[in-house]
């Protein structure tokens, strides 16, 4: 076993993040630069924290952030050594585990979906809007119970053709149809971007996400043994050139990106940037994850990164925001040569899919229903868009008729946090933007998102969005905390 010399001592960057942070920052370039080599034993956290002049607890948060890194393996009574990654990661167990302070699971509050005025009132959520769309699934359902009675009991026997065309439709867009046999279907949007992950993809390895996106994403990477890496966006989405400074001095394996929509920002990436990351991704050899479950109610013409870099892109649609998230219905379009590995991945990540659940799906498609409903829903959301846009008017609001959501920039000197816990007092409950950081990050927008996709009457919803403008003019100082 080979030990770290008894003079190393990391050298940390000035930079604002926590000290400890910045030790593990420091450890991991000191690994990924081979002055640590696999199999080096990290200093005793007591002599470090000796050496560095700080508390033992302060070493041990740092070891704990390398370790969910997947860059080193504690092991009690022997003490913390550098990981080779060429290896397999042996599964922990009660005696090599790092410390660990224990758990204690999240209170969240019992959400009102209908008019009960007692519960809190969930803007924070961006399902499927309803739109009548309820009585066709029921009709639909019960023609497969009745026609496929066995298939109610049994597991999926296999992927019919049918299942491959309804996501080359929903995944079609203007100058872009992939192959149905490019196609593979998923349980929903999540599952299958996981398994392109694992599919694409090891321990330690990179993936960039922008500075606010879909964090749930990030954080079940990260639950993988998977690095993520923050990339510069703006208004207008992902920045081409910080991205390309990532590509050259990190090396990242995979971009996760939604080009048509993001969330929680509302930016659409500009053509122009998706041909410049295309060939950034190209010239570095990055995979492509492009998140496109809005992309049919953005209304997005622009060329998809798919039909830019068909070689690297995994085009990903799902039901979730236009039919029905319940139903768990999404679909890939792979690379040529890749849906038969990320077929298999997904089966082995999710633990398979439910055959009426994705007969249905494919049928409301192809039946053209899933199109109706869609049309139906953009009705409502623009309604309730504009309730919302009257109800805000003079505070800075980025929205879009086609979308149920909004980006709320917070004034002065309204935090993000502090600003969610106050509309929650009213019995409203926001996302703020901590909810969509993929990484502990120094930018900050000072901004919530209100979505209003929940089926609540346009009374409740002006009165919801009366209070949260009555929360941004009442100032921090009508919800000061007493400690």
């Known amino acids: 076993m080979m030990q770290t010399p008894d003079s190393y001592l ?30 080096s034993r990290l200093p005793p956290m007591r002599n470090l924290a000796y050496d560095i002049g700080v508390t033992i607890g302060t070493i041990n948060r740092a070891y704990n952030l390398i370790a969910e890194r997947g860059l080193v393996v504690g092991e009690v009574g022997r003490g913390t050594y550098v990981r080779d990654r060429e290896k397999p990661v042996p599964f922990p167990t009660a005696s090599t585990r790092l410390a660990a302070p224990p758990h204690k699971p999240a209170q969240h509050p019992v959400f009102d979906l209908g008019e009960n005025n007692d519960a809190v009132m969930n803007l924070d959520t961006t399902s499927a809007i309803h739109a009548g769309q309820a009585k066709i699934i029921a009709e639909q359902f019960a023609e497969i119970a009745a026609r496929q009675p066995h298939m ?25 149809a992939p192959s149905p046999d490019t196609i593979v279907a998923t349980n929903g949007a999540h599952a299958g971007i996981m398994a392109v992950v694992m599919t694409l993809t090891a321990p330690g390895d990179r993936i960039v996400f922008e500075t ?6 990030a954080r079940s990477a990260t639950l993988a043994g998977r690095r993520v890496i923050e990339a510069a966006m703006d208004e207008d989405g992902l920045v081409p050139e910080e991205f390309e400074k990532l590509c050259a001095r990190q090396h990242p394996r995979l971009l996760y990106l939604m080009p048509s929509l993001n969330n929680p920002t509302l930016a659409r990436l500009p053509a122009a940037r998706r041909k410049a990351i295309a060939e950034i991704c190209r010239r570095y050899s990055v995979w492509i994850i492009e998140d496109a479950v809005y992309a049919p109610l953005s209304g997005d013409t622009d060329p998809p990164l798919a039909s830019l870099c068909p070689e690297l892109t995994f085009h990903v649609g799902a039901m979730s925001k236009t039919v029905s998230a319940s139903l768990r219905a999404g679909w890939i379009a792979c690379p040529p040569g890749y849906a038969g590995r990320v077929q298999p991945a997904h089966r082995m990540f999710s633990g398979g899919g439910s055959y009426p659940m994705k007969e249905l799906a494919s049928r409301l498609i192809l039946s053209g229903e899933a199109e109706r409903t869609l049309q139906k829903a953009r009705t409502v959301i623009s309604h309730r868009h504009d309730l919302l846009r009257t109800a805000l008017e003079g505070y800075k609001l980025r929205s879009n008729p086609t979308c149920p959501f909004a980006w709320l920039s917070l004034p002065e000197p309204w935090r993000s946090g502090p600003f969610r816990d106050a509309v929650l007092q009213r019995g409203i409950m926001i996302a703020h933007e901590d909810d969509f950081k993929p990484a502990r990050s120094d930018v900050t927008f000072h901004a919530v998102r209100i979505a209003f996709a929940t089926q609540y009457s346009d009374e409740r919803y002006v009165k919801a969005f009366a209070a949260i403008r009555d929360v941004l003019e009442s100032g921090v100082t009508g919800h000061a905390t007493i400690i």
């Open 10 to 39: 990391p050298q940390l960057a000035e930079t604002s993040q926590p000290l400890y942070t910045r030790l593990a920052d420091a450890i991991e370039r000191d690994i990924d630069s081979g002055v640590l080599p696999a199999g």
């Open 212 to 217: 606010a996106s879909y964090a749930s994403i």
């Open 152 to 176: 109610l009991t049994d597991y999926v026997p296999g992927i019919p053709p049918s299942w491959r065309e309804a996501g080359s439709l929903l995944l079609s867009r203007p100058g872009y």
